[in-house]
């Protein structure tokens, strides 16, 4: 993937959503609450797809130095997958932080 790409969606994730959040006038809690579950159960099934994924071609590689660049490409979406559906869990925590 396109480094700008990722930075672009890293940015708009973690830089302007909080923002828009704290914007609305209605109570966030609701739809907090609902955004939340659907990230984790999304993401959550999307990442134990990825790393299933991802395990595979890293053992069938074999050796083979293009198929192994994939497979540690894919570990690497793996691995930044889980931390923006972690991020995505404890950013109802800080934006409460943040409100009171």
Do not use: H
Not at 9 to 15: A, D, E, K, R, S
Not at 39 to 56: E, L, N, R, S
């Amino acid at each position: 993937m396109n480094k700008k790409i990722l930075f672009l969606i890293l940015f708009l994730l973690v830089g302007i959503l909080p923002v828009i959040a704290l914007a609305a006038t209605i109570p966030l809690d609701p739809i907090l609450v609902k955004i939340q579950a659907m990230v984790v159960a999304t993401g959550g099934f999307i990442i134990v797809v990825g790393w299933i994924i991802a395990g595979i071609l890293y053992l069938t590689a074999a050796g083979n130095p293009t198929k192994l660049e994939t497979a540690k490409k894919a570990l690497f979406a793996c691995v930044v997958g889980t931390a923006l559906v972690i991020l995505a869990v404890s950013v109802e925590g800080i934006i409460r932080f943040y409100l009171s």
